[in-house]
């Protein structure tokens, strides 16, 4: 009876002590939790350089040359563009685009043959930005090897014009780097001599393309 007697009394002493015991243990610091960070889609922007490619078709009407005044040449054509542009925060753009095409626009009338078998353009682009659609207007300078044929006595000459020309098109921005457009421009080459007709001659042209760019 003794020994249950001192056996309550220590396990009553021991259920006293454990608050005070437990308030001597170290406690676990609470931290407030970090709410994951959001991530927002950057603003696209038209800025940079960009180089591409391109394929379309050209129809042209010859000027100048008696004999050969009916020659109006055309064909396909194909090539490569590189350029640069700046977006302003009134989304205005402002660019510049060199471009190199090869061509098979040639026609042939009575004997004669006219035809360029490449050609190509420094110009100037200016657009204004809706998000990542660029309608814009464009024109330089334009510049195409041509060469006129007397096939009936087999003469040749050809010659690097050079002349200007206009026009304008739409550029969409499928992602941050990569751009598709469609594309009109009208060059006049004006008018040089050749020693196989004779004359002096020249070449206007109308030209559609559509293209695909890669932005840096």
């Not at 009876?1 to 015991?21: E, H, T």
């Not at 379309?56 to 005044?69: F, L, N, R, S």
């Not at 598709?180 to 008018?191: R, T």
């Not at 050749?194 to 760019?213: C, E, H, M, P």
Request: hydrophobic share 40%; charged share 15%.
């Amino acid at each position: 009876m003794k020994n249950i007697l001192c056996s309550g009394v220590a396990a009553v002493a021991l259920l006293a002590a454990a608050p005070a015991f437990a308030a001597d243990l170290p406690q676990q610091q609470s931290y407030p939790t970090k709410a994951a960070p959001m991530y927002v889609e950057p603003v696209f922007t038209w800025t940079g350089f960009y180089i591409g490619a391109n394929a379309g078709y050209a129809w042209g009407q010859g000027e100048g040359g008696a004999g050969v005044v009916n020659l109006d040449p055309s064909g396909f054509l194909g090539g490569g563009q590189i350029g640069v542009n700046y977006q302003f925060d009134n989304n205005i753009v402002l660019g510049a685009e060199a471009d190199f095409q090869g061509s098979d626009i040639k026609d042939t009338y009575a004997g004669y043959e006219s035809k360029m078998d490449y050609f190509g353009t420094v110009r100037a682009r200016l657009g204004y930005a809706f998000g990542n659609v660029l309608p814009y207007v464009t024109g330089g300078l334009a510049w195409g090897h041509t060469e006129v044929n007397d096939n009936v006595f087999g003469l040749s000459s050809d010659k690097t014009q050079v002349g200007w020309t206009v026009g304008g098109g739409v550029e969409y921005a499928l992602t941050n780097n990569w751009t598709i457009k469609g594309e009109y421009l009208y060059m006049d080459l004006g008018e040089d001599y050749y020693d196989s007709i004779g004359y002096k001659t020249g070449l206007t042209a109308n030209i559609v393309r559509a293209g695909v760019n890669y932005k840096f």
